[in-house]
T-cell receptor
Framework: GQQLNQSPQSMFIQEGEDVSMNCTSSSIFNTWLWYKQDPGEGPVLLIALYKAGELTSNGRLTAQFGITRKDSFLNISASIPSDVGIYFCAGSAGNTGKLIFGQGTTLQVKP | DTAVSQTPKYLVTQMGNDKSIKCEQNLGHDTMYWYKQDSKKFLKIMFSYNNKELIINETVPNRFSPKSPDKAHLNLHINSLELGDSAVYFC?????????????FGPGTRLTVT
C-alpha cells in the first residue's frame, strides 16, 4: 500500500533555531497536509497544500508541495518552546478520501 | 464549545471484555472517522462514515464495529478485547468525504488492555 517516509524521526534544537522536516511518498499525492500533535491531544492541521509546487506560509511555518507530487517539506523559523510536539505529514491521493500519515517528527526545543 | 468530543478519555479493561467509545461532533460535518495511533505514534485510519453510511473500512478485525446513529455521532464498539488493541483511538470529522485537510480530531481515547 501507499507509504510516507517522514524525516527526521526526532529533533532536539535550541530556541531561535530554524527547523526543517520532510516527507516522501512512493506514489503521487493530490494533497499534502501538515499536522501538529501536542501531548494528550489530537492532531491539529497547520498547513494544507493542494497544488504541485505550491508554497504556503502560516506565521513562522512554511510548507511546500513538491513538484513531483511525491514529497513535501515543512520549515519552522525562529523556533519557540511552544513548538514542541509531534509533527505529521499526511497525503491524500485520488478519490479515496483517505489520509495516509507519515511516522511523525518529534520536536523538542531547549529554551 | 468542543468541536469533536470523545468519551471516555481513558479506558482500562481486561482481555476478553467488550467496550465502546463514543464520539460526537457539533460542527455540522457530514463525514466522521476513527483512527488508531499505536505506541510508536503511527496514525492509521480504521473507518469512515459519510452521512451515516460506511465508506472506508480498512483491514480491521471484525471485532471492531462502528455505528453511526446520526451524522453527529460515530461510536466504536470493540468485542473480545486483545492486548494488541491497546492504543489511542481518535475520532475525527470533516465537512465532506473528499475534503482532505478539513479533518478535525477529537482529544483521543487511550485504551489499555491488561
Amino acid at each position: 500500500g501507499q507509504q510516507l517516509n517522514q524525516s527526521p524521526q526526532s529533533m532536539f534544537i535550541q530556541e531561535g533555531e530554524d527547523v526543517s522536516m520532510n516527507c516522501t511518498s512512493s506514489s503521487i499525492f493530490n494533497t499534502w497536509l501538515w499536522y501538529k500533535q501536542d501531548p494528550g491531544e489530537g492532531p491539529v492541521l497547520l498547513i494544507a497544500l493542494y497544488k504541485a509546487g505550491e508554497l504556503t506560509s502560516n506565521g513562522r511555518l512554511t510548507a511546500q508541495f513538491g513538484i513531483t507530487r511525491k514529497d513535501s517539506f515543512l520549515n519552522i523559523s525562529a523556533s519557540i518552546p511552544s513548538d514542541v510536539g509531534i509533527y505529521f505529514c499526511a497525503g491524500s491521493a485520488g478519490n479515496t478520501g483517505k489520509l495516509i500519515f507519515g511516522q511523525g517528527t518529534t520536536l523538542q526545543v531547549k529554551p | 464549545d468542543t468541536a469533536v468530543s470523545q468519551t471516555p478519555k481513558y479506558l482500562v479493561t481486561q482481555m476478553g471484555n467488550d467496550k465502546s467509545i463514543k464520539c460526537e461532533q457539533n460542527l455540522g460535518h457530514d463525514t466522521m472517522y476513527w483512527y488508531k495511533q499505536d505506541s510508536k505514534k503511527f496514525l492509521k485510519i480504521m473507518f469512515s462514515y459519510n452521512n451515516k453510511e460506511l465508506i472506508i473500512n480498512e483491514t480491521v478485525p471484525n471485532r471492531f464495529s462502528p455505528k453511526s446513529p446520526d451524522k453527529a455521532h460515530l461510536n466504536l464498539h470493540i468485542n473480545s478485547l486483545e492486548l494488541g488493541d491497546s492504543a489511542v483511538y481518535f475520532c475525527a470529522s470533516s465537512q465532506g468525504f473528499l475534503s482532505p485537510g478539513g479533518e478535525y480530531f477529537g482529544p483521543g481515547t487511550r485504551l489499555t488492555v491488561t
